[in-house]
């Protein structure tokens, strides 16, 4: 829920009965956003590296997928 999400990322509690991967997920997406704002402010071409990177942060367990890139 939206309270437990939020006493997460103020206090770093977990609150009960959920799962841990679902609170490093919710850690994963906060940072995530942070990096976001960070390049929008501070970039000013938005790059496959950038996106990339949020993709990792994103993550709670990274995975291997062959991509095909322009580059």
Do not use: C, W
Not at 26 to 34: F, L, M, S
Not at 44 to 52: A, L, P, T, V, Y
């Amino acid at each position: 829920s939206y309270g437990e999400t939020r006493a997460l990322l103020m206090t770093g509690i977990a609150t009960g009965g959920k799962l841990l991967k679902d609170h490093l997920d919710i850690e994963g997406h906060n940072k995530a956003i942070d990096v976001m704002i960070d390049i929008a402010q501070n970039i000013e071409n938005f790059s496959e590296k950038d996106i990339r990177e949020i993709h990792e942060i994103t993550l709670v367990k990274p995975y291997q997928v062959d991509a095909k890139t322009l580059n």
